[in-house]
């Protein structure tokens, strides 16, 4: 099992930036990737970004693609996401997610996928 702690969140106004990171620890050789999600009050937990720990792929939900970066530091077992240019609908409780199956595809942008998490951070933007 991977253990999963994520910092970073906090308020900001419109337009701002924030950097969330996730620390990794534990069984993290298993880990084959890693992603954010994020979850609003009222609604269903959605993919943000992806990343794997095997080459440069990085994958990124529609609505932040160009505002959002993710990165990772193996050697650290660190992964940050770089959020910019926020708007008051990226609002949420933002999660760490790793994966220890190759994943291909669509595949990475499906919860189900995802076998360990952490607590969450909150984000809240405001206008």
């Known amino acids: 099992q991977v253990q999963l702690v994520e910092s970073g969140g906090g308020l900001v106004q419109a337009g701002g930036s924030l950097r969330l990171s996730c620390a990794a620890s534990g069984r993290t050789f298993s880990i084959n990737g890693m992603g954010w999600f994020r979850q609003a009050p009222g609604k269903e937990r959605e993919f943000v970004a992806a990343i794997s720990w095997t080459n440069v792929n990085t994958y990124y939900a529609e609505s932040v693609k160009g505002r959002f970066t993710i990165a990772r530091d193996n050697a650290k077992n660190m992964m940050w996401l770089d959020m910019n240019s926020l708007k008051p609908e990226d609002t949420a409780v933002y999660y760490c997610?790793?994966?220890?199956?190759?994943?291909?595809?669509?595949?990475?942008?499906?919860?189900?996928?995802?076998?360990?998490w952490g607590q969450g951070t909150q984000v809240t933007v405001s206008s």
């Open positions: 997610a790793a994966v220890g199956r190759p994943l291909f595809g669509p595949t990475w942008y499906v919860r189900s996928m995802y076998d360990d």
